[in-house]
């Protein structure tokens, strides 16, 4: 079972806002990364620390976060942005480093 | 331009051993901590291990541990996978990625991130 919890899906009207979340005890000591896959392709960064979009990602995509939930809030969603989302975020709890993922949020643009 | 390809996927019985690799280019492939993702079928991103920039040190997720051994070779800009005792709950597409940190000095946070995938490559296991 994923150590980050995210809704499973979540449906938003063209052109609104949609915010997608994750809470885990590691985002308490790391910020998150997301992630959008489209069917049959590999998964693309969209967001990743306090404040970070890589080049190439529309400034819609925004993240934040609090205690033990980050959140992805996409502003005015595009037929585009229907996707499976993913957080992420390493995790020190045992005694070895490793990473987690939520177990993704399917986003359907209607 | 950055890439990531992955092979060595096929079908394997239960109980084998198959070899992944990842060819890397358009980046300095020692300078990179590299990480092995997994996907099966229809559903959701799994991680599976990471291996540092000199290859002196690994890390496992607990389900691969003492089956699966990540190593690079710097020289030939490769990442790989090897994996033992396969079984049926394996099957998943396998994707190479890099790892990339980031700290915010203001809140002293780190996050850690993938910011380049491969496309994957399909490991079956089934008798």
């Known amino acids: 079972s994923s150590e980050l919890t995210q809704d499973p899906a979540v449906s938003v009207a063209l052109g609104q806002t949609v915010r997608i979340t994750c809470q885990g005890d590691?985002?308490?000591?790391?910020?998150a990364s997301w992630y959008q896959q489209k069917p049959r392709q590999a998964p693309v960064l969209v967001f990743y620390?306090?404040?970070n979009r890589p080049s190439g990602i529309p400034d819609r995509f925004s993240g934040s976060s609090s205690q033990n939930t980050a959140s992805l809030t996409i502003t005015g969603a595009q037929a585009e942005d229907e996707a499976d989302y993913y957080c992420?975020?390493?995790?020190?709890?045992?005694?070895?480093?490793?990473?987690?993922f939520g177990g993704g949020t399917k986003v359907t643009v209607i | 331009e950055v890439q990531l390809v992955e092979s060595g996927g096929g079908l394997v019985q239960p109980g084998g051993s198959l070899r992944l690799s990842c060819a890397a280019s358009?980046?300095?492939?020692?300078?990179?901590?590299m990480h092995w993702v997994r996907q099966a079928p229809g559903k959701g991103l799994v991680w599976v291990s990471r291996i540092n920039s000199d290859g002196s040190r690994t890390g496992y997720a607990d389900f691969v541990k003492g089956r699966f051994t990540i190593s690079r070779d710097n020289a030939k800009d490769t990442l790989y996978l090897q994996m033992t005792s396969l079984r049926a709950e394996d099957t998943a597409v396998y994707y190479c990625?890099?790892?990339?940190?980031?700290?915010?000095?203001?809140?002293?946070?780190?996050?850690?991130?993938?910011?380049?995938w491969g496309q994957g490559t399909l490991v079956t296991v089934s008798s």
């Open positions: 590691s985002l308490r000591n790391y910020y």
């Open positions: 620390g306090k404040n």
């Open positions: 990625v890099t790892e990339k940190n980031d700290y915010d000095v203001l809140t002293g946070v780190r996050s850690y991130y993938f910011d380049y």
């Open positions: 358009g980046f300095t492939f020692s300078n990179y901590w």
């Open positions: 992420n975020s390493r995790d020190s709890s045992r005694n070895h480093p490793h990473w987690v």
